[in-house]
């Protein structure tokens, strides 16, 4: 079995990580980076477009 995975970035200091999208939380939830503490809407820590919506069709 292939795990999927989806890459997020930090708008506000910029950090970049990868996390399961079954470990994230719907996209329109809030979302906060655990190197600064912004808190914003999770799709807004999406890298790209398909990141979002690999999380999507996890929930």
Same mark, same amino acid.
Request: proline share 5%.
């Given at each position: 079995?292939?795990e999927a $995975?989806?890459?997020?970035? /930090?708008?506000?200091? =910029?950090?970049?990580? *990868?996390?399961?999208? +079954?470990?994230?939380?719907?996209?329109?939830?809030? $979302?906060?980076?655990?190197? /600064?503490?912004?808190? =914003?809407?999770?799709? *807004?820590?999406?890298? +790209?477009?398909?990141?979002?919506?690999?999380?999507?069709?996890?929930?």
């Open positions: 079995m292939v $995975f989806v890459r997020l970035l /930090c708008p506000e200091c =910029r950090k970049d990580w *990868e996390s399961a999208p +079954t470990d994230l939380s719907d996209p329109k939830k809030n $979302f906060t980076c655990g190197a /600064c503490g912004a808190t =914003r809407r999770l799709a *807004e820590f999406m890298r +790209t477009e398909r990141d979002l919506q690999t999380v999507k069709q996890f929930q």
